[in-house]
Each structure stands twice: as C-alpha cells, then as structure tokens.
C-alpha cells in the first residue's frame, strides 16, 4: 500500500468525529495571518506579479475543505491563501520553516511541517485536526514542486483525507509561479502569476482505491484543464469544458 495512504488509514482510525468538519465554523483568521496577507503577500502577488484571480465565487467559506493544487515554486502557499479569501492549512517542507523570512510567513499563513523521508503521521495528524476544526487543508497534489507547473504525477492522500473527513476537494490551478521561483532559482522573477479557482469535487465515494484514484484524476484533469486556459485575460488555449467538477447549483445534470 502507498505510504501516504497508509498513515492516513492509520492516523484516521483512533479518530471519532461527533460532527462533521464540512458543518463545522471555519475559524477566523488571526491578526498575524491578515497583517501579513494585505501588506506582505498582496503587495507581491497584486503588485510585483500582476496576480490575477478567476473563479472566487466557487470557494465555501465555510466548512472544512481539501483544496488541491499544482506546485511549481515555495511562493504557492501564501498566494493560495491570499488569492482563496480563507485562511488554508499546507503541509510544508521541514526545512522551509528554516528559511529566514519564509519560514515565519508560511507558519504564520497556516502552513506545518512535514519532515522529508521521515514518518508523516504527524502531519496527516495536523491535517485531520484542521479539518475537524473547520479548516480548508491544502494539498500539492504532486507532493513537490515541477518543474512545468503541471499536475504530472498526482498522489492519493488528498482524496483519501476529503473521504475520511467527508469534504469535497476544490482544484486550484497556479499558473507560471515555476517561472516566478521555480527550482533552481535564487530571485523571483516579475513574471505574471495568476490563480484559477476550479469547482469542487465531491469526497470519493469510499475509501476503496478504486474511489480514490477516480478523485486523483479528477483533480489532476481539472487543474490541467484549468492550466491549459492560460493567464486571465490572454487568448485561451483550450476551449473544453472543465472536466470533473460538479454541476453548477440548480442545474439538470442531465444536459
């Protein structure tokens, strides 16, 4: 069995919920989170990367929720939690938490550690506690950063997490944030980074790999889908519909 899968299986089963998270209150974002979002995060995302946002309206703002993304640079967590309006929870490197400045932002920002090669019971552990309190959770789908920005090798653990706490995923597709600061790179570049918010996806259906594996792709051919449109604004690349997302409310879904 996947290493991820099985510590979330392992870590989910001393749990007992008497709620679900998807019901329960999101918590407010403290003074730190929104001093450090509007005159730290914004003034580079809205400022030195012209960032662009598309598809607000499809994030709850209540309730626990997986959001699932692509991952090209360490600049992703704090613009996901800006560009969301609603604070979110990311596993992170260990030593990203060492870096002077980025450690005490992304910390600030909701972000906990995750230790490389190491056992990760301890970060599914946080992850199950956010989402109980009412969190959304991030997770970078590929597990690190690509070098093309695109979802090419997607892991299960966050569908497995959405099916154990009962949330839906909502894909979020970064773009050009590889070429921003991608690997390799010592200076972010000026380059423009926008953030598509895709439409949530159901919690699998069980836990059954089959399930889970169906929501991994899911996600990963939304946020490509979303990828290919290209910067807000610019000649879009792909026309096709968005693949795996729900019907919009009220809608047949039979047409």
Same mark, same amino acid.
């Given at each position: 069995?996947?290493?991820?899968?099985? %510590?979330?299986?392992?870590?989910?089963?001393?749990?007992?919920?008497?709620?679900?998270?998807?019901?329960?209150?999101?918590?407010?974002?403290?003074?730190?989170?929104?001093?450090?979002?509007?005159?730290?995060?914004?003034?580079?995302?809205?400022?030195?990367?012209?960032?662009?946002?598309?598809?607000?309206?499809?994030?709850?703002?209540?309730?626990?929720?997986?959001?699932? %993304?692509?991952?090209?640079s360490h600049l992703d967590p704090p613009l996901l939690g800006h560009a969301l309006g609603r604070p979110v929870a990311f596993m992170a490197k260990a030593e990203l938490f060492r870096v002077p400045l980025l450690g005490p932002i992304i910390r600030a920002c909701g972000a906990y550690p995750v230790s490389r090669g190491a056992s990760d019971r301890e970060a599914i552990r946080t992850a199950g506690d956010r989402l109980e309190e009412g969190w959304a959770v991030g997770v970078f789908i590929d597990g690190s950063r690509q070098d093309d920005g695109r979802v090419n090798h997607p892991q299960p653990g966050a569908a497995l997490l959405a099916a154990r706490a009962g949330v839906p995923l909502l894909p979020v597709a970064i773009l050009n944030s590889h070429r921003a600061l991608g690997r390799g790179q010592g200076l972010p570049?000026?380059?423009?980074?926008?953030?598509?918010?895709?439409?949530?996806?159901?919690?699998?259906?069980?836990?059954?790999?089959?399930?889970?594996? %169906?929501?991994?792709?899911?996600?990963?051919?939304?946020?490509?889908?979303?990828?290919?449109?290209?910067?807000?604004g610019a000649p879009a690349l792909s026309s096709a519909p968005v693949p795996g997302a729900l019907p919009p409310s009220g809608a047949d879904p039979g047409h």
């Open positions: 069995m996947n290493r991820p899968v099985a %510590a979330v299986k392992r870590v989910w089963r001393r749990r007992r919920r008497s709620e679900p998270p998807a019901l329960i209150r999101t918590p407010r974002p403290s003074l730190t989170y929104g001093l450090i979002s509007y005159l730290l995060v914004f003034p580079v995302f809205r400022l030195l990367l012209r960032g662009r946002t598309r598809g607000g309206g499809q994030v709850p703002q209540e309730g626990a929720l997986v959001v699932v %993304a692509n991952h090209g570049r000026a380059v423009p980074v926008h953030i598509r918010i895709g439409t949530p996806i159901p919690p699998p259906a069980s836990r059954r790999r089959v399930d889970l594996d %169906a929501s991994t792709a899911a996600c990963q051919e939304q946020i490509n889908a979303l990828l290919d449109l290209g910067l807000i």
